[in-house]
């Protein structure tokens, strides 16, 4: 089946919307958070666990699985699904947002991007928008990105807009790479944080044309204000009837707010590495579970939590598995963490459909303390 | 309700016997294998996968509690049963084998042991046979051991008498100390690799009078033929009404020996502890996921396994989490391993229930390799 998308409801008050995402490997109702599984995992959770969560789409990443176990492999076995038991749909990044952060191990030009690999001791490698494409083919995920440059921040207006020319290029020459293998291509809006180059870098993929759009490069340092300007900067130019990817954003307030701001799709790091610290969401704020004050707490960790861990377990056992430096524990924290964000994204659409996101919203950031 | 064993079955070509143990926390079907969950939690693994994979009983370790997180906040939630959120039932050992294992960190006198603990940096701990009694109490296990003393291998039959001789007056002490809290105490048989010292053990403890036997410092060193020369000592002495359990023991290979010479109860950390390294137990011998022939292996790790793990992964996927350092690993391998070690005692059970123990033995010892 190829891939599509509804828009099902669009709010009143605000931007945000209503959507279902279809890939051959399901459906995915948005707005919709995609924990992210690096290296064919999402870490400490098994398919079983995601599933059991209620997770529709998880994100992995090209990068780390080009280098290991290696894309062909993966292809050989069928595709990152079968591969990892995960018999959900999948997105791939573009190995570009990884490629950057290698800093002085890496160098660009024209044609693409040479650089050493964190694993295997300076082997080089090259990265091109078409291997990207080729690359994220094999790995055979039901959503694929274009290879873009994200920038560091911050950066200068020239550098800025001399980078996201290039990776129109490169959008164009990864549209014209794509095969027709089912797979949606999205494009990655770009630009720093100058407003007049996000909304040209979303006109030009536009013209281009892709299956979705993606906002890179946020997240990387700026204020939160200057986060949300860019969003307001990107969205209005875009078409109502694709979906909007918010990469590598955020926490559960930039959810909230990203949603408000018309954003259909989100990933992020922040539920499984803050739980691998012992650091959880929950409805009232953060809990530190290795502070004293849990040490004899018969409470889980959020009363209002529905998860696994929260049915059957208490901040004091929680305490001691971490101090006692069981795996377990950087299982039941992501389990929660997770299951927090996928749940948050669940009452985001309960109440879009509804007609109450603002209100929902309001009563979210009053009682996280954030409002 | 209070502990009971009822012996249903036993084998006519061995000493093999099909039992039930009765707690208030469930029953137990004989010859069982407890896997272990060191610091309140089977490592790596949920109350629910244990559950899942027909786990009747774990086994948790007394030293590591009392020092973290204390025996007293054990007691407080309502037993390690409700702390770990294991419903079912639980045998504690007494501390005594990880106290002698400090070696010179600690000191025996008549009284009981003094020790330095591995955590809180040399911080002195005093245990005797009556607070091991009251540490496992308060923890709240179903079955509780005596406190006794593990002789180090090799020992002079001097040593190992001296030492055997103030472990029945501890053992004693045990009998005396233990309230009615409806727990069962199990005595342990002493006596180093001497047969007529473990004879001698075996009569004392009867005549103290214990729920259970266990046969303690065995597996620690020895050849196999000395093993099983010990469990033939002892087995003979100890009445037919009572469970036998050897502790700390051992492959698979073993508990099947053991089966046939009477025992009822095995605990290790050999499937638990080999998962975590990658060493996988098959019924065709060992799998080292590591090794590079299994890279592009799309078999699970044993094509006759019903386990999750096997179910649902392949080896070159299992290989890649192990490569790739990640924690799912871990658990998918332990998963596997425990699963191997409860399935091979339910197919022991059965055998032994169908009058053809022996038969099931000399199969499965053959396709091991290991006969």
């Not at 083919?137 to 996201?164: K, N, Q, V, W």
């Not at 996000?198 to 536009?206: G, K, P, Q, V, Y």
């Not at 803050?274 to 849990?294: D, E, L, P």
Request: charge should be neutral.
């Amino acid at each position: 089946m190829a891939f599509s998308f509804d828009l099902i409801k669009k709010d009143t008050e605000s931007s945000a919307r209503l959507g279902k995402l279809f890939t051959s490997h399901g459906e995915i109702s948005t707005p919709v958070f995609m924990p992210v599984g690096t290296q064919a995992t999402v870490k400490t959770l098994s398919p079983e666990d995601l599933v059991n969560m209620g997770a529709e789409i998880i994100l992995s990443n090209t990068y780390h699985l080009f280098l290991r176990p290696g894309h062909e492999l993966i292809r050989d076995f069928g595709g990152l699904q079968k591969f990892m038991g995960w018999h959900r749909p999948v997105l791939t990044d573009s190995g570009g947002f990884q490629v950057f952060s290698l800093a002085e191990l890496r160098k660009i030009t024209e044609e693409g991007v040479t650089f050493q690999s964190h694993i295997d001791g300076g082997a080089k490698h090259f990265i091109s928008p078409e291997n990207a494409v080729e690359i994220q083919e094999a790995l055979g995920a039901d959503i694929i990105m274009a290879f873009d440059e994200c920038i560091p921040f911050p950066a200068t207006h020239d550098y800025a807009r001399e980078s996201l020319e290039r990776t129109i290029r490169w959008a164009r020459r990864c549209r014209a790479a794509k095969k027709d293998t089912g797979q949606a291509l999205f494009g990655i809006v770009q630009g720093g944080m100058y407003p007049e180059l996000r909304r040209h870098s979303a006109e030009a993929l536009i013209e281009i044309g892709f299956d979705g759009y993606a906002l890179g490069g946020l997240s990387v340092g700026e204020t939160k204000p200057v986060m949300y300007e860019m969003i307001e900067a990107s969205v209005p130019s875009l078409p109502q009837d694709k979906p909007r990817y918010l990469m590598g954003v955020g926490t559960p307030e930039d959810l909230v707010e990203g949603v408000d701001r018309g954003i259909d799709m989100f990933d992020c790091v922040m539920p499984t590495r803050n739980a691998r610290n012992g650091t959880f969401f929950t409805s009232f704020g953060k809990v530190v579970i290795r502070n004293s004050q849990y040490e004899q707490d018969a409470r889980p960790i959020d009363p209002e939590c529905g998860c696994y861990t929260c049915r059957n377990f208490t901040r004091a056992y929680l305490r001691h598995l971490f101090n006692a430096n069981e795996v377990l524990a950087l299982r039941l924290g992501t389990v929660h963490n997770v299951f927090f964000y996928l749940e948050l994204m669940r009452k985001v659409r309960a109440s879009i459909g509804q007609g109450r996101f603002r209100e929902f919203k309001r009563e979210f950031l009053t009682k996280r303390g954030t409002e």
